[in-house]
């Protein structure tokens, strides 16, 4: 016996299977006519079963899994709130390695270098952008510096913070070559 919320009647009504005469039918009661159970004609789902006046409940499938139940939905939310955009850089070896682990890790990772790297970007699953102010518009959660120590300077200068979000964390994994 399933209990549902009746769309029609609004309080609680039960669905089960019930034997008239040796043969399973579905049955329906609705707490709104009397507790009264009336079976259906036909068992196969997709029948309808009438309810007191011109009311009806259609049945599509019985014991079906519902794909959209709560803990589904919490779990994609939850999935989507821990999901970080990540901006990389300086996109060379160091850089690519770190794109890879973002990316299996399930995190929308952007990239930037001086020299274009489009091809390398789209086999690991990152977005990569030649322009620095394009870069920064897509508002990244997490920026990482991968470039070389000499050259963070004239990066960081060139790289527009202005154009970030106030809580974006700057992280540098400046490599000494």
């Known amino acids: 016996m399933h209990s549902f919320r ?14 008239c005469s040796g ?21 196969q789902p997709g ?27 919490m779990q994609h939310k939850l999935t989507q709130e821990k999901q970080l955009t990540i901006g990389i850089v300086g996109f ?8 890879k682990r973002f990316v299996q890790a399930g995190h929308r990772v952007l990239a930037t270098s001086r ?6 970007a789209a086999a690991i699953g990152a977005e990569y952008f030649e322009d ?10 997490v920026v990482i510096l991968a470039s070389s120590i000499l050259s963070t300077e004239p990066v960081v200068r060139n790289l527009p913070l202005t154009r970030l979000k106030r809580s974006t964390l700057i992280v540098d994994v400046l490599s000494v070559k």
Request: proline content about 8%.
């Open 47 to 73: 029948q309808s079963t009438r309810i007191g006046r011109a009311r009806s409940v259609r049945v599509s499938a019985l014991d079906a899994a519902q794909p959209f139940d709560f803990e589904h939905r």
């Open 115 to 120: 020299t274009p790297y489009f091809s390398q």
């Open 92 to 99: 060379g070896t160091f850089g690519q390695f770190l794109a």
């Open 6 to 19: 009746c769309p029609l009647t609004g309080p609680v009504a039960r669905l089960g299977r019930q034997s």
């Open 132 to 141: 620095a102010d394009d870069f920064c518009e897509e508002h990244p959660d």
């Open 23 to 43: 043969t399973p039918r579905l049955a329906v009661s609705c707490s709104a006519l009397s507790r009264r159970t009336y079976p259906s004609s036909c068992s």
